[in-house]
């Protein structure tokens, strides 16, 4: 399978650094603070609603904007992550050296605004290993799954879905991506080699990409 792809396609958060990183914690703190209040939710309510959110249509926001009416997504971004990157992530020079020795073009597709992005990729020493920041904006605030968006990388890449690789930590957003025919690496923590119920190919790190690769 590695002969076929051409490309590598990765999620930003909780994919290039660990989740112990305390960061998406905070993050999703702060959604819940800005549901609660937007919709004058006690803080128990606004989670399970932001929960429902996420699982139905793949972010908070795109929620909030199809059920309801809300219009101010820059305003809820902003708020939303943290631009003190440093309290929660840690340099790591074996990352750098992982994504140096993968010499194939790469991208990042997140689901956060492309602002947040660069802090992070900055901050880790990593940001010239991409080319490209697709953000939440390239879809009209509707990110992953949803296929417009995944098509609309593709055609901005100039590649065809089977030949790229895409590697995220959320499992629904890489079966999305399989069902329109790209290949997928699931990044989560543990001893397991795929997912249990979709088969989805696992890695417990970024770092561990390069002998993914070597392998397939």
């Known amino acids: ?81 943290p631009t003190n990157v440093h309290r929660y992530l840690q340099k790591d020079p074996e990352l750098i050296a992982a994504l140096r020795s993968v010499t194939l073009p790469k991208a990042i597709l997140t689901n956060a605004p492309v602002e947040h992005a660069r802090r992070i990729l900055e901050y880790l020493e990593i940001d010239g290993f991409f080319e490209r920041i697709f953000d939440i904006r390239i879809n009209d605030f509707r990110g992953k799954p949803e296929r417009a968006v995944y098509l609309h ?39 397991a080699e795929t997912s249990p119920d979709h088969e989805v190919p696992r890695i417990a790190s970024i770092k561990e990409l390069p002998a993914f690769l070597e392998n397939i």
């Open 1 to 81: 399978m590695s002969g076929d792809i051409t490309y590598l396609l990765f999620d930003l958060d909780e994919t290039l650094y660990p989740p112990s990183s305390g960061m998406v914690e905070e993050i999703s703190r702060r959604m819940t603070t800005y549901v609660s209040r937007y919709l004058n939710l006690d803080a128990t309510a606004a989670a399970r609603l932001r929960r429902q959110l996420s699982q139905k249509h793949g972010t908070t926001l795109t929620g909030l904007m199809k059920e309801h009416d809300f219009k101010d997504p820059e305003s809820y971004l902003e708020f939303a992550h």
């Open 153 to 191: 990388v593709l055609t901005e890449l100039k590649r065809k879905a089977s030949e790229v690789l895409f590697i995220d930590n959320r499992l629904d957003y890489l079966i999305a991506f399989r069902e329109i025919g790209g290949k997928v690496l699931w990044v989560a923590e543990g001893d």
